[in-house]
Nanobody, 120 residues
Framework: QVQLVESGGGLVQPGGSLRLSCSVA????????MGWYRQAPGKERDLVAT???????NYADSVKGRFTISRDNAKNTVYLQMNSLKPEDTAVYYC??????????????WGQGTQVTVSS
C-alpha cells in the first residue's frame, strides 16, 4: 500500500514563508512526476507546481517567482518552498505522485492534504 505523508502547513502572516514536504511510503517500484495542488473553500482543486523525475518544473502563473518545487529522489520526497505568501494562497495543499507498483501498475496517489492559512 502506498501512502503520501504531508507536513509543513500552518498559519503564517502575509509576506511570510512556509515549506511543505511530502514523502512517499510503501512498496513502490518507481515514482514519476510529483506535484502540489491546492483547493480553497468553494473552489476546485488547482495545480500549483509539478516536477518530473528528471527535475523539470512547471508552475501556475499565480505562484511563479514565489514558490519553488523540488524533490529528493533518494528520499522519495517532494518539497514546496512558499515565499511572499498572500491571503489568496490560503487553501488545503495536496501532493500527488505518479507511482508504479507491483500488480497494480502505474497510478496517481494523493496525500491527505495540509492546511495553509495566510492571515494577519
Amino acid at each position: 500500500q502506498v501512502q503520501l505523508v504531508e507536513s509543513g502547513g500552518g498559519l503564517v502572516q502575509p509576506g511570510g514563508s512556509l515549506r511543505l514536504s511530502c514523502s512517499v511510503a510503501g512498496s513502490i517500484l518507481s515514482i514519476g512526476d510529483m506535484g502540489w495542488y491546492r483547493q480553497a473553500p468553494g473552489k476546485e482543486r488547482d495545480l500549483v507546481a509539478t516536477i518530473t523525475s528528471g527535475g523539470s518544473t512547471n508552475y501556475a502563473d499565480s505562484v511563479k517567482g514565489r514558490f519553488t518545487i523540488s524533490r529528493d529522489n533518494a528520499k522519495n520526497t517532494v518539497y514546496l518552498q512558499m515565499n511572499s505568501l498572500k491571503p489568496e494562497d490560503t487553501a488545503v495543499y495536496y501532493c500527488k505522485a505518479v507511482v508504479r507498483v507491483l500488480m497494480r501498475g502505474t497510478y496517481d496517489s494523493w496525500g491527505q492534504g495540509t492546511q495553509v492559512t495566510v492571515s494577519s
